[in-house]
Nanobody
């Protein structure tokens, strides 16, 4: 699975950004998609995941209520809408994918990250 993320940038606290990720290499509707992030000096952490049909979504507690993951299977694309951004959301965001996934399990594939910087 090949993943290409885009949409990162610099935003002020309280602002919004939308990340996009185009996937290829597998039938998109058969892949669980997600986002991880890695802040400076910290380990990579789970952010959000969306199941094959988009009917089920999962979020880390730190982003719940502020971030929304969605997917467009016709466009082979997954999105992460990030609202009410905080400086602690500053990180490199990685698009991720798995053939099977459950809460607590790592994804299988990651693309190159896109940097999100939130200024205070």
């Amino acid at each position: 699975v090949q993943l290409q993320a885009s949409g990162g940038g610099l935003v002020q606290a309280g602002g919004s950004l939308r990340l996009s990720c185009a996937a290829s290499g597998r039938t998109f509707s058969s892949i669980v998609m997600g986002w991880d992030r890695q802040a400076p000096g910290k380990e990579r952490e789970f952010v959000a995941a969306i199941m094959w049909s988009g009917s089920s979504t999962y979020y880390a507690d730190s982003v719940k209520g502020r971030f929304t993951i969605s997917r467009d299977n016709a466009k082979n694309t997954v999105y992460l809408q990030m609202n009410s951004l905080k400086p602690e959301d500053t990180a490199v965001y990685y698009c991720a994918a798995a053939l099977t996934w459950r809460w607590g399990r790592d994804m299988d594939y990651w693309g190159k990250g896109t940097l999100v910087t939130v200024s205070s």
